[in-house]
């Protein structure tokens, strides 16, 4: 079965700093896609970043790059030069072929950032 | 990217009443969409996948007879919450992947409330 963990229900960074939201993962599949999406109060699923099992190098959109370590199954978000914008909640994804490539979210960390 | 959409976004009824609601992808054939029910401060939980034309695949739990997902073409469809109860106000979100397509498309969410 997939698992996904996030261990941070709850986290605050200062306007302008960089921020990183822990992700853990556990599944028996070889080929897999890791995903992290934010969601504020509105309720709307934005998609961030993605990660694919077999890319080498880490994935980078914009202010926000995943530190993907394969072998401690470990995609943690990088927020850098956080904005106010980006208080939110923010989940942690997985999906494999195997499980017909349904998501499996995490429980969420809410970003609160400080002006 | 690709645009999916939501009707209504919100909606409010009586406890025992019939509820449906619509997913659309506006520019491309959502060939399977999942339909996700997120409780207050909870993660998204799969709640079914349907594959346009055929019967939808419902999670462990789902009640099947309850929750009736209709995907009758390839750029709708729908979540019917029958008789429904106040245990069911929850905000209700779908998503659509094409043929072919790893990556899914979210649309913004319903918030239903049973009074």
């Known amino acids: 079965a997939q698992k996904i963990t996030q261990t941070q229900p709850g986290m605050f960074v200062q306007e302008k700093e960089a921020v990183t939201l822990d992700c853990t993962y556990d599944t028996s599949d070889q080929s897999y896609g890791l995903f992290w999406y934010k969601q504020p109060s509105s309720g709307e699923m934005i998609f961030l970043i993605y990660?694919?099992?077999?890319?080498?190098q880490n994935a980078t959109e914009g202010r926000y790059s995943l530190n993907f370590q394969k072998a401690r199954k470990s995609a943690n978000l990088v927020i850098s030069a956080s904005q106010l914008g980006d208080s939110a909640m923010y989940f942690c994804?997985?999906?494999?072929?195997?499980?017909?490539?349904?998501?499996?979210f995490g429980t969420g960390t809410s970003l609160t950032v400080i002006p | 990217g690709a645009v999916v959409s939501q009707h209504p976004s919100w909606v409010i009824c009586k406890s025992g009443t019939s509820v449906k609601i619509e997913c659309r992808s506006l520019?491309?054939?959502?060939?399977?969409m999942f339909w996700y029910r997120q409780f207050p401060k909870q993660s998204l939980m799969l709640m079914a996948t349907?594959?346009?034309?055929?019967?939808?695949?419902?999670e462990q739990g789902v009640e099947k007879d309850k929750f009736l997902i209709n995907h009758a073409s390839l750029t709708l469809s729908t979540l019917t919450v029958t008789s429904a109860h106040p245990e069911d106000s929850s905000f209700y979100i779908c998503?659509?992947?094409?043929?072919?397509?790893?990556?899914?498309?979210f649309g913004p969410g319903t918030r239903l409330t049973v009074l």
């Open positions: 349907s594959n346009e034309g055929s019967k939808a695949t419902y």
């Open positions: 994804a997985m999906r494999s072929p195997n499980t017909g490539n349904q998501f499996y």
């Open positions: 520019d491309f054939q959502a060939t399977t």
């Open positions: 990660q694919g099992s077999y890319d080498e």
């Open positions: 998503s659509a992947r094409t043929s072919g397509r790893t990556r899914q498309f």
